[in-house]
């Protein structure tokens, strides 16, 4: 599937060599498609969401002419180092693992990640006395919050997307006390979540907030507190290949511009229902 964003005319940064212009001069984005409300495909084909939107805006402002194309989420960093793309906008954190092979925008969006159960799961009462766990600098309550998830999901299977930061998590903090069980996408996992062949899921609060607010997420809730900062990054930003910081940068200035008058904010809310957009 391939959608064409008409942005308008070619900025002039191509000749002044800011960008490493493809052969047709169009910058080719990739998304996932399978991770609404971020990216997805609707009962039409076409691909829909948060960053679909954003996507068009952002070539807009940059005033660049751009493509849009799906793309799996495994193997996807891959994919754009190798050539089949040259932007990647699908729901990717910003973390210091990732900065080491390929380059970043700012942030765009920001969302805390929340563990997710049935509504009849011993866990559904599950809480800590923080309703947020920074894991960058602990204090003695955020400690104990996490002594608390530790104690509360020993034994308990985890289910969790491929290839994130979100299983980056659970393996560095939780893997001595549950069983991961991983997906290819987060629709996978939603399922088996619903039909009791994991006892808890792991995703972004973003993800989870329009799930919850649909008749297939009536039997779901969360528990336990948000989960940010360490594994999970700086927020979610466009990926670049190293060589392309200067499009990353000039891509920078298009999400400054949307921040600064508040399209940013407006779009989110309109996508999660909440400001999920970097301030």
């Given at each position: 599937m391939k959608n064409l964003i008409k942005t308008g005319a070619l900025a002039a940064a191509f000749?002044?060599?800011?960008?490493?212009?493809?052969?047709?001069?169009?910058?080719?984005?990739?998304?996932?498609?399978?991770?609404?409300?971020?990216?997805?495909?609707?009962?039409?084909g076409q691909l829909e969401g948060f960053e679909i939107e954003l996507?068009?805006?952002l070539?807009?402002?940059?005033k660049v002419e751009c493509s849009l194309q799906q793309t799996a989420w495994d193997g996807i960093i891959p994919s754009l180092q190798q050539g089949k793309f040259d932007v990647i906008i699908a729901g990717m954190s910003i973390t210091d693992k990732r900065k080491k092979k390929i380059a970043f925008s700012r942030a765009y969006a920001s969302s805390p990640a929340f563990f997710v159960v049935s509504d009849d799961s011993p866990l559904k009462d599950f809480s800590t006395e923080v309703e947020n766990l920074a894991l960058g600098d602990m204090d003695d309550k955020e400690q104990a919050a996490l002594m608390a998830l530790k104690k509360a999901l020993d034994g308990k299977t985890v289910g969790v997307q491929k290839g994130t930061i979100h299983l980056n998590f659970l393996k560095?903090?939780?893997?001595?006390?549950?069983?991961?069980?991983?997906?290819?996408?987060?629709?996978?996992?939603?399922?088996?979540?619903?039909?009791?062949?994991?006892?808890?899921?792991?995703?972004?609060?973003?993800?989870?907030?329009?799930?919850?607010?649909?008749?297939?997420?009536?039997?779901?809730?969360?528990v336990g507190p948000g989960v940010t900062e360490g594994p999970f990054g700086e927020g979610?930003?466009?990926?670049?290949?190293?060589?392309?910081?200067?499009?990353?940068d000039q891509f920078s200035v298009a999400i400054d511009s949307m921040v600064a008058d508040g399209t940013l904010s407006a779009m989110a809310q309109k996508w999660f229902g909440f400001d999920a957009a970097a301030k």
């Open positions: 000749s002044m060599g800011i960008m490493s212009a493809q052969a047709d001069n169009v910058i080719r984005l990739a998304t996932e498609g399978a991770y609404p409300p971020w990216n997805a495909v609707n009962s039409a996507a068009d805006e070539c807009a402002r940059a560095e903090y939780l893997k001595d006390e549950i069983d991961i069980r991983t997906y290819a996408t987060q629709e996978q996992l939603d399922l088996d979540l619903q039909a009791g062949r994991v006892d808890i899921a792991l995703a972004a609060m973003s993800y989870w907030h329009k799930l919850l607010s649909k008749e297939e997420g009536k039997n779901l809730l969360t979610v930003g466009l990926g670049f290949r190293k060589k392309d910081q200067a499009l990353a």
